[in-house]
């Protein structure tokens, strides 16, 4: 996984699909449901760990966009 859009259709995978309207919002969901999952010993630790970085990454370039 490499893009948001990756983890979005990773999550699929699973039956969930995400949209609220507030991207952050979309992407704080996603992680949720990222920890479910590896909790529950559906995904691999190294999957878990790529996404996180990832939707974090996301998350954190949108709240210092959305400050300028």
């Keep these: ?5 990756e983890i979005q259709q990773f999550l ?6 995400i ?3 507030d991207r952050v919002a ?3 969901l996603m992680e949720a449901e990222l ?3 590896f909790q529950a010993q559906l ?3 190294r999957e878990y760990q790529t996404a996180l970085l ?9 709240k210092e966009k959305s400050q300028r």
């Design 1 to 5: 996984m490499k893009t948001v859009y």
């Design 12 to 17: 699929k995978k699973f039956g969930t699909i």
């Design 19 to 21: 949209y609220i309207g």
């Design 26 to 28: 979309d992407l704080e």
């Design 35 to 37: 920890t479910e999952l």
């Design 43 to 45: 995904i691999e630790q």
């Design 54 to 62: 990832i939707l974090r990454q996301e998350i954190q370039f949108l």
